[in-house]
């Protein structure tokens, strides 16, 4: 009898995980679904999933882009940011939070606090002058304002994520390396970042994501169409006056998510791990 109890309850749970993930997929299942179909039948069979009519068209039409700049253009100039990004941000963040955690200075708990003061600091405060810092330098309508800033600092959501995965290594290995002749920064480079590979990969996931679907800053900094973003050239789809090319818009938004599954898909089991182990929900 509890065999069989067991097991409904199994078969009721999985139905309801099911239904539940396919709700949660469903907006992405349509935006590829109707990526295939003729602009009149999106909305006028809106809910279904699987085109009447195979219309590749969208995706050749979306490639193309607009005044002669390809989308090919948009997606390297994406790929250039994010990645410079990424490199920054987990090269930066690292060697902030391993001060944070294992070194011991003047006014750290002041600085900390500063740090997780910035936390919840929402970014339109800091655009103004940001924006004034950047046009005195000459930066503006280039892609330094987007990257710059990841490898003086980083985020500081992932500096105190690495900062809560460092304080969960023995302080022992640290001891033992300085024991055998490591400076500071050595035991950084030999101990702790190798140990730091879960909580890295989630933050190469997160700054990953955040970055390649940051529609604010390359639409404030980027003037010029060649430097575009693909959200930028996401956004040029939409016409007021012309009308929303919808066929294209939504083929290009289906091929700006792939390397974001990519990268999740292969990541996966480390972003668990790193969030799990450094507590943070």
């Known amino acids: 009898m509890k065999k069989k109890n067991g097991t409904l309850s199994d078969i009721i749970y999985y139905i309801f995980v099911i239904g539940f993930g396919f709700v949660m997929i469903y907006p992405i299942l349509w935006m590829i679904g109707s990526s295939l179909k003729p602009e009149t039948e999106i909305f006028g069979n809106a809910a279904s999933l699987i085109p009447g009519e195979w219309l590749w068209g969208n995706y050749a039409q979306g490639w193309e882009g607009f005044g002669g700049i390809g989308f090919d253009v948009y997606f390297r100039n ?26 011991n200075f003047k006014f750290k708990a002041i600085l900390f606090g500063c740090l997780m003061a910035t936390v919840m ?8 002058p940001q924006y004034i810092l950047f046009h005195n330098v000459g930066w503006v309508n280039t892609f330094y304002p987007l990257i710059v800033p990841a490898f003086l600092g980083g985020q500081p959501f992932f500096i105190f994520l690495l900062i809560q995965f460092i304080r969960g290594i023995p302080r022992e290995l640290d001891e033992a390396a300085i024991i055998d002749g490591c400076s500071k920064f050595g035991v950084f480079l030999r101990i702790i970042l190798p140990l730091l590979k879960p909580a890295l990969v989630t933050v190469i996931i ?16 980027l003037n010029s169409a060649s430097l575009h973003t693909v ?24 091929l700006s998510l792939f390397p974001q599954f990519v990268l999740f898909a292969f990541f996966q089991k480390y972003l668990v791990q790193g969030i799990a182990t450094t507590g943070i929900k």
């Open 206 to 221: 997160f700054a990953f994501m955040w970055t390649w679907d940051d529609f604010l800053a390359p639409l404030i900094y």
């Open 121 to 128: 600091l929402p970014v339109q405060i800091t655009l103004i």
């Open 231 to 254: 959200t930028i050239g996401l956004r040029n789809f939409m016409d007021a006056d012309a009308g929303t090319n919808w066929g294209p818009l939504l083929a290009m938004s289906s």
């Open 78 to 103: 994406s790929m250039i940011v994010t990645t410079l990004v990424v490199i920054g941000t987990v090269c930066s963040a690292s060697i902030v939070a391993y001060g944070f955690a294992r070194i």
